[in-house]
């Protein structure tokens, strides 16, 4: 793939194929941390070996030209252009996000380039020269909840930075990548996806306090001084469900947002610490504790997430850097199981898929990749049962789900990856 990138740019610039860099914008996991981030929980990510390609090449002024694999028609603008805000509509995000396409859709893939300069502009960054460049993202994987659209800014802005020669640290560039989606797009999302991404190490797994957004890599710790931890070798299974678009608008969902508010209102309120816009972080344990039995129903299940999420990601943690691969696949499952019956998500052909890979040879957990209503689901396997478990992955959906099943290209039906690096360019 990297040589055909190389090949296409060379010819769009006429230049030679080893004046052509690449970046490498990987897509991420969260094994656990469901739906806890925007109450300021603890969660933990990773990325996988597949992701957005965008080859490039200066263009010796200020133009921009670009190409994509995935959509037609071309994008040009000019980096002394300045880029105002454009929030985008629900159908343009379609097209982001699963790859449909309409004459009037063509290019509004651009938007992502034309945010990444939005992001560098708004910082003081002066850019003088553009790019010819080339994007592609791997196959199989749209609309799967692998935050495709921050790969695909943070992409743009690591070939914008390198060729202007701008030296940007990875917290600069998460930054500028919320710019683009919160502030260029208009986008109502947080700093998780473009954190895994551009913090991530091999190997390693990332945790992030989303209330204080620090983070840290926790890394497989020594049986001895200089003696590295082998844990049990894994992979990670990607299993396909069919459903491109959510099953319904479920306003709902964005209803268990509020409930979390309202639950750690009520929780501190009891405990006579009221604040005005308050999030579960801001409750204590012991406060929740000592008042959830007061919680109504659906509160209470909100609070029983969270609580319970975050403590299964504070044992993931020690679980990981002692590389016990089947405790870790345990905290997962029961962070899947914890989002459908407490937190309430997950369509049903999702939540079969979930029960499905539970049940494959050698999978240590599974959870969602996402809210679970559309994407896929992951899970972590004993890297000498994966291509068995993907398999009996493959067969048990087909019986279970035939009409969404026969959509799949059953080569890409569930994916078999390894963890990934951060972004970079090569």
């Known amino acids: 793939m990297l040589n055909y990138i190389r090949n296409v740019v060379s010819q769009m610039a006429g230049q030679r194929t080893d004046e052509v860099q690449v970046v490498v914008s990987p897509y991420r996991i969260c094994p656990l941390g469901a739906h806890i981030d925007h109450q300021g929980g603890t969660v933990c990510a990773m990325t996988i070996d597949k992701g957005i390609l965008l080859g490039f090449v200066p263009s010796g002024?200020?133009?921009?030209?670009?190409?994509?694999?995935?959509?037609?028609?071309?994008?040009?603008?000019?980096?002394?252009?300045?880029?105002?805000?454009?929030?985008?509509?629900?159908?343009?995000?379609k097209v982001q996000s699963n790859g449909s396409s309409t004459q009037h859709?063509?290019?509004?893939?651009?938007?992502?380039?034309?945010?990444?300069?939005?992001?560098?502009?708004?910082?003081?960054?002066?850019?003088?020269?553009?790019?010819?460049g080339f994007i592609c993202g791997s196959k199989g994987l749209d609309s799967s909840g692998l935050s495709s659209s921050a790969a695909v800014g943070i992409a743009y802005l690591l070939a914008f930075e390198r060729a202007n020669?701008?030296?940007?640290?990875?917290?600069?560039?998460i930054e500028y990548d919320r710019l683009i989606e919160n502030e260029y797009l208009g986008l109502k999302n947080g700093i998780l996806d473009q954190s895994a991404i551009l913090l991530s190490s091999h190997g390693c797994l990332t945790s992030m306090n989303c209330k204080t957004k620090k983070h840290e890599?926790?890394?497989?710790?020594?049986?001895?001084?200089?003696?590295?931890?082998?844990?049990?070798?894994?992979?990670?299974?990607?299993?396909?469900?069919?459903l491109k678009q959510a099953l319904t608008s479920n306003p709902g969902y964005n209803r268990r947002v509020e409930e979390c508010?309202?639950?750690?209102?009520?929780?501190?309120?009891?405990?006579?610490?009221?604040?005005?816009?308050?999030?579960?972080?801001?409750?204590?344990?012991e406060v929740y504790e000592a008042y959830k039995h007061k919680l109504e129903t659906n509160l209470a299940k909100r609070a029983e997430h969270y609580f319970s999420e975050n403590m299964r990601v504070l044992k993931g943690i020690e679980t990981w850097a002692s590389g016990d691969m089947e405790k870790f696949g345990e905290l997962i499952s029961a962070s899947g199981l914890s989002s459908i019956r407490n937190y309430e998500c997950g369509a049903e052909p999702l939540i079969q898929l979930y029960e499905i890979l539970l049940r494959a040879p050698g999978v240590f957990g599974a959870r969602f990749s996402g809210a679970g209503f559309r994407g896929c689901c992951l899970a972590f396997v004993d890297t000498h049962k994966a291509a068995e478990a993907a398999s009996f992955v493959r067969g048990e959906y087909s019986k279970r789900q035939p009409k969404l099943a026969s959509k799949l290209n059953q080569e890409t039906a569930v994916l078999i990856c390894d963890v990934g690096d951060c972004a970079r360019v090569i």
């Open 61 to 93: 002024d200020s133009q921009v030209h670009l190409r994509s694999e995935q959509f037609r028609g071309e994008v040009r603008f000019r980096v002394d252009e300045i880029q105002h805000p454009k929030p985008m509509s629900g159908t343009n995000l």
């Open 105 to 132: 859709e063509d290019c509004d893939w651009g938007n992502y380039a034309r945010g990444a300069q939005y992001a560098l502009q708004s910082r003081g960054h002066r850019l003088s020269q553009g790019i010819i």
């Open 165 to 173: 020669n701008l030296l940007m640290s990875p917290a600069e560039n």
């Open 217 to 242: 890599l926790i890394c497989f710790s020594k049986l001895q001084k200089d003696i590295p931890l082998v844990p049990k070798a894994f992979k990670i299974l990607l299993a396909f469900s069919g």
């Open 261 to 285: 508010q309202e639950a750690a209102k009520f929780l501190l309120d009891a405990s006579g610490n009221g604040k005005t816009e308050p999030v579960l972080s801001d409750v204590h344990p």
